[in-house]
């Protein structure tokens, strides 16, 4: 690999040895990493040329799962390797019951990834949507195993397209195909040589309306609010978010709620609780007082819910009429397409240039980008009041996935014919 990109990776490496002393997610992450590569590698061997699918995070997870989970329902006999870089993926899917086997994967040394590719000397390898990891991706096309990108995104500011961007041009060539998400990422790939690309669309359309077909009720929460569900729900809060909406909130004592943080702690719940006014309560309470049967008193006046749990938040937002996207005033928005599944309106930051889907939502009607807190303030304003403007841009937010799904019938038939 270019002696650039390596000294590069190293850089970062080391940086990440640096933070660790500061930061628990760079702590666990190196953790496991170590672990990957002195304990698992000897386990990785035993599995018998897997499919390995790799993913950044959580979210890129929920992009590739769809992929997964089809490859386990119709070739069963078929093993799978499943890593993560990053701990917010990896600890919350290291049992993911559809995978033979989950791992950290290490940095992108040449010496890292010569050691991984030889022990698991997978049939193919599936990387989801960012991951251009040169060295793995080398040793992989060294080896004559496919490599495949999927869900891929690519925009004319990336290094790929510029004067100065050629060995990351070069990690393009060797992928065996690349899938992505639109005629755009099609015709810049185009215009720097590389023509092995279908525009097959997103998965993560195929994921949320699975998740929308096949979830199950939580239990007690179609009682809050004697049954009408939430006036707004927001998903993956930040600090930064909730400078901009709970104003809001506060002016509105009559509006009902559920608020999912992106990452908690006890301290940061009882601020979050704190600072909005009337009663609230945490999701794991109102379970417990809603076992069955008639609404207990507790229940009373209860105008909102702070989720206190990870992995129901795409669940929840079936019990909401408009939803609020964390993330757009930080580093970017989080999943749009689970709240709109459910043919509501979905609001959000200015952070969501990488995003397709926020932009044709903006331009079709069924997304709004907010910019300020009096963006927000008007924009809830607005579809709170406008029952007939609130019912169109959800209509038009559901019609939008709908008309998305199918990405993963594309990219299966061809890998698994």
Request: with cysteine; aromatic share 12%; glycine share 8%.
């Amino acid at each position: 690999m270019n002696w650039l990109y390596n000294t590069g990776i190293r850089l970062y490496s080391a940086a990440a040895s640096v933070g660790a002393s500061r930061s628990k997610k760079i702590a666990t992450m190196l953790r496991g990493q170590k672990a990957t590569l002195e304990s698992v590698l000897p386990e990785l061997r035993e599995l018998n040329h897997p499919v390995w699918v790799h993913a950044a995070s959580l979210g890129e997870f929920e992009q590739g799962r769809t992929l997964i989970e089809r490859l386990r329902r119709e070739q069963p006999g078929r093993q799978i390797l499943l890593s993560f870089f990053s701990p917010s993926g990896y600890e919350v899917r290291k049992n993911y019951a559809h995978a033979d086997k989950v791992i950290y994967l290490p940095f992108d040394t040449p010496d890292n990834a010569r050691a991984l590719v030889k022990a698991v000397d997978p049939s193919m390898a599936i990387f989801v949507k960012y991951e251009f990891w040169g060295n793995y991706i080398e040793q992989l096309h060294e080896r004559d195993i496919p490599v495949y990108l999927i869900s891929a995104i690519f925009r004319k500011g990336q290094i790929f397209f510029r004067p100065w961007g050629g060995f990351m041009r070069h990690i393009l060539t060797l992928y065996r195909h690349i899938y992505v998400q639109d005629e755009n990422s099609a015709k810049l790939l185009a215009s720097v040589g590389v023509t092995n690309v279908t525009v097959a669309g997103d998965t993560r359309f195929d994921r949320v309306t699975e998740i929308m077909k096949t979830t199950a009720e939580i239990k007690g929460i179609d009682q809050f609010n004697q049954g009408m569900g939430a006036d707004l729900i927001v998903g993956s809060s930040w600090e930064a978010d909730e400078e901009k909406y709970i104003p809001w909130l506060n002016a509105h004592p009559e509006v009902t709620f559920i608020i999912a943080p992106h990452e908690f702690n006890d301290k940061r719940l009882a601020a979050l609780r704190k600072s909005i006014d009337g009663k609230v309560m945490y999701l794991s309470e109102w379970e417990q007082i809603h076992p069955d049967g008639e609404k207990p008193s507790e229940a009373e006046d209860v105008r909102g819910l702070i989720v206190d749990c990870f992995g129901k938040l795409s669940t929840l937002y079936r019990y909401a009429r408009m939803a609020y996207i964390g993330g757009g005033f930080g580093a970017g928005i989080h999943n749009i397409n689970e709240a709109a599944v459910y043919g509501m309106p979905v609001i959000f930051g200015p952070t969501h240039k990488k995003f397709k889907e926020a932009a044709d939502l903006i331009a079709l009607g069924g997304g709004f980008s907010c910019h300020s807190a009096a963006d927000v303030t008007a924009t809830l304003d607005n579809l709170y009041t406008n029952r007939a403007l609130l019912a169109s841009s959800g209509k038009i937010a559901g019609d939008y996935i709908k008309r998305n799904i199918g990405a993963t019938d594309v990219i299966y038939h061809d890998l698994f014919k």
